[in-house]
T-cell receptor, first 115, second 109 residues
């Protein structure tokens, strides 16, 4: 079956522009996570969705960042008025919460470069 | 807040030498997961440990979960070039995984 997909794979944008990143989780996975990874660094948690609701938005770095999930499936992460420090790889992961493992399946990421 | 500390940040080894990474949590974990991220890739799930004192093996990889469920380790015996990458531990707390910073395994040329 299909894994987690993300689009675009690469995005170059000018400082001050808005960007939208998309994540398609594995079908049936109710949990969805967004992370940010700067070059050579670990994973920075941004937001978690259970279904369409986001019980934990604590990782969003500023009010320029927002995310939504519709139909319990596709999620979009929006960054308004991008800054150079937003440059990173944005990773999406999904997991099935009905079993024992809750392992997270990651997408290939979107590499965002703000010039 | 809850933290998972992972050391070392980097480990340089000769091919054939062993490699170990350690994770330590500030709180008791319900379980701990390990992921591997190849250069340029995304994290891929390796294993989950649930029970106190649990030890699991996958070929040359040995994973341990401490008796107090606060620490864990990954040991690779006789490293190969295919082992290169960053190894992350992630401790489960409710719905969320608390991630360690990762240990990068580098094979010396």
């Amino acid at each position: 079956g299909a894994g987690v997909s993300q689009s675009p794979s690469n995005k170059v944008t000018e400082k001050g522009k808005d960007v939208e990143l998309r994540c398609d989780p594995i079908s049936g996975h109710t949990a969805l996570y967004w992370y940010r990874q700067s070059l050579g660094q670990g994973l920075e948690f941004l937001i978690y969705f259970q279904g369409n609701s986001a019980p934990d938005k604590s990782g969003l770095p500023s009010d320029r960042f927002s995310a939504e999930r519709t139909g319990g499936s596709v999620s979009t992460l929006t960054i308004q008025r991008t800054q150079q420090e937003d440059s990173a790889v944005y990773l999406c992961a999904s997991s099935f919460t009905g079993g024992d493992t809750y392992e997270q399946y990651f997408g290939p990421g979107t590499r965002l470069t703000v010039t | 807040g809850q933290q998972v500390m992972q050391i070392p940040q980097y480990q340089h080894v000769q091919e054939g030498e062993d490699f170990t990474t350690y994770c330590n949590s500030s709180t008791t974990l319900s379980n701990i997961q390990w992921y591997k991220q190849r250069p340029g890739g995304h994290p891929v799930f390796l294993i989950q440990l649930v029970k106190s004192g649990e030890v699991k093996k996958q070929k040359r990889l040995t994973f341990q979960f401490g008796e107090a469920k606060k620490n864990s380790s990954l040991h690779i015996t006789a490293t190969q070039t295919t082992d290169v990458g960053t190894y992350f531990c992630a401790g489960r707390s409710n719905y969320q995984l608390i991630w360690g910073a990762g240990t990068k395994l580098i094979i010396k040329p």
